[in-house]
């Protein structure tokens, strides 16, 4: 252990003793997934839009080793005065498996909220990446506390039908095919993986095809939100984005009118990842924090595995 990690560890300690003896963290199990969408269900002042918890992304998941989340109980009455829900993915990084956990649906009894952060301590404790997708501004320095780096992701939405492209020769160029048996023939081994995760949410799968041959079919995750009192399209995911960007507006064009939808959003965290399908002043891009402990140095940047996917708005 380095310098750094013994003054984190003694800092951690130092939190650790902190927190009541009464106080205690404890890990939920799929046998518990009732009781936590009880007691979230009949909380008051929820800070986010309740959505009953669900199982791992995946299958064949030990959820006593990697719970669906861990209440904070008073021992004094027993009773549960917090929950922070735990969504768990296998992705293979650096063609090794990781096992990444998302945090969600983090509440506390306002009497007990100066000791959220007790929550971190079994979280860790484990080798796992540690993320965020949807963290309110207000706990952002807890995050700090516990030394996570605090991205900043960009999410850009707005009218997504491009009028000139629709006469250009490259609309014509493109199909779109929506059937998920023709969709997962053509993909390759990493999107059939993405496609087999996601397939039991709230998701469109969309392959674009080239019709002359030139480029390889683009794959995209597509989930319906409501934004800004707006039906949107939010692009999750897609695939060959160096090949396809150049065709944003007639790809984007063609996604809106296909699915009756007039707004596409699209969230991503390089600059050169973003679609380009209409000039600036038809879209709005806002700021959304993105906390992530590493592991051993390996992080990844999206949205998929996570609440985001997960969720209805």
């Given at each position: 252990m380095n310098l750094i990690e013994k003054k984190s560890q003694a800092y951690f300690d130092k939190l650790k003793k902190r927190v009541p003896k009464n106080l205690k963290i404890e890990p939920v199990s799929d046998v518990d997934i009732k009781l936590a969408n009880e007691y979230l269900k009949t909380r008051k002042n929820l800070e986010f839009?309740?959505?009953?918890?669900?199982?791992?992304?995946?299958?064949?998941?030990?959820?006593?080793?990697?719970?669906?989340?861990?209440?904070?109980?008073?021992?004094?009455?027993?009773?549960?005065?917090?929950?922070?829900?735990?969504?768990?993915?296998?992705?293979f990084i650096n063609n090794k498996e990781i096992i990444c956990c998302n945090l969600v649906h983090w509440f506390v009894e306002k009497e007990y909220r100066v000791f959220a952060y007790a929550f971190f301590f079994p979280l860790m404790e484990r080798e796992i990446i540690v993320y965020a997708t949807t963290p309110r501004d207000t706990i952002?320095?807890?995050?700090?506390?516990?030394?996570?780096?605090?991205?900043?992701?960009?999410?850009?939405?707005?009218?997504?039908?491009?009028?000139?492209?629709?006469?250009?020769?490259?609309?014509?160029?493109?199909?779109?095919?929506k059937d998920h048996y023709d969709i997962f023939k053509q993909l390759n081994s990493n999107d059939k993986k993405v496609f087999e995760d996601h397939k039991n949410y709230n998701c469109i799968n969309v392959l674009i095809v080239d019709k002359k041959k030139q480029l390889k079919p683009l794959y995209l995750l597509i989930k319906k939100n409501k934004r800004y009192n707006l039906n949107v399209l939010d692009i999750i995911y897609f695939s060959n984005n160096k090949e396809y960007k150049s065709y944003a507006s007639e790809i984007c064009s063609k996604i809106?009118?296909?699915?009756?939808?007039?707004?596409?959003?699209?969230?991503?965290?390089?600059?050169?990842?973003?679609?380009?399908?209409?000039?600036?002043?038809?879209?709005?891009?806002?700021?959304?924090?993105?906390?992530?402990?590493?592991?051993n140095g390996i992080s990844f940047f999206d949205y998929l595995y996570s609440d985001v996917v997960m969720f209805d708005n």
């Open positions: 839009k309740f959505s009953p918890l669900q199982s791992h992304f995946g299958n064949n998941w030990n959820y006593e080793e990697h719970p669906l989340g861990y209440f904070m109980r008073n021992t004094e009455n027993n009773n549960i005065v917090g929950f922070l829900g735990t969504v768990c993915s296998k992705r952002i320095g807890i995050y700090k506390k516990f030394n996570f780096d605090i991205k900043v992701a960009k999410y850009t939405a707005g009218f997504g039908i491009n009028i000139p492209s629709l006469f250009s020769k490259n609309y014509q160029r493109f199909s779109i095919i809106c009118l296909s699915f009756g939808k007039l707004f596409i959003g699209q969230l991503y965290f390089n600059t050169e990842n973003k679609l380009v399908y209409n000039p600036n002043f038809l879209l709005k891009t806002v700021d959304k924090f993105y906390p992530i402990k590493t592991l």
